[in-house]
């Protein structure tokens, strides 16, 4: 069992910047580790997400923009949030795959079906 746990949510004008974070704990056995996001009415996106070794995916939509990093000692995530915009407000979940994906390139791992931890959402509002 995983628990992830994110933290760093909130409103901020259009242009700037916020940090999550996520830990996870437990059993750490994982792979790719990130975020997927949600807007009102749209389908979960995946956003971010990296493994131990630093492999990265990132969406096109926030590419330049955000920036992925790690602690593996702390079984931890980050995501830098910079040149925010309006249409990056969303649910923000941090997300854990197992380790039976291990391998696949976090690249391919795009489903909320490729991730068997959830953690609780943190809420990311941008206005203009």
């Known amino acids: 069992q995983v628990q992830l746990v994110e933290s760093g949510g909130g409103s901020v004008q259009a242009g700037g910047s916020l940090t999550l974070s996520c830990a996870a704990s437990g059993y750490t056995s994982i792979y790719c580790m990130g975020w997927f996001r949600q807007a009102p009415g749209k389908e979960h996106e995946a956003v971010a997400t990296?493994?131990?070794?630093?492999?990265?995916y990132i969406a096109d939509s926030v590419k330049g923009r955000f920036t992925i990093s790690k602690n593996n000692v702390k079984n931890a995530r980050y995501l830098q949030m910079n040149s925010l915009k309006p249409e990056d407000t969303a649910m923000y979940y941090c997300v854990a795959s197992s380790a039976r994906k291990r391998g696949a390139g976090c690249y391919t791992l795009l489903s909320v079906y490729d991730y068997e931890a959830w953690g609780q959402g943190t809420q990311v509002t941008v206005s203009s």
């Open positions: 990296m493994d131990g070794g630093g492999d990265t």
